[in-house]
């Protein structure tokens, strides 16, 4: 399939989309978490990789604000795939590198953090054997 990335380029296009969003949360630090299962198999060959990240972001943070606002503040690489309709904050967006991408605002452990989970598009190759 002429045009489809590598699976590593895929992850690292994603890893780095999400670092776009994680750099908007003001004061943001970021945790990666890596799922148990952090590949799934493609229709046809190759892998998708799944990207989990926790941002906790400073005092005086407004999650609503923050993800009514955030598609506008990413630009024109993103799209607003559907507002989700939960009791949390959330967005799912459509990155043009083939990304999928959803934003979340939870409440943690008496704390508030941004969960974003990021799939890549489906990439050549196979997962690494780590």
Known sequence: MAGRPTLEEARAETQAVLQQIADEVPD???EVRTPDSAYLACDGGGYYSINHWVVTPG?????EAFVDALPARLGDGFVVAEVVD???????LNHVSGAVLDVVVLESDGGVVVDLLGLTPCGDGEPPTE
Not at 86 to 92: G, L, Q, T
């Open 28 to 30: 943001g630090v970021v």
């Open 59 to 63: 005092r005086e943070f407004d999650g």
């Open 86 to 92: 939960i009791k949390s904050p959330a967005v799912a």
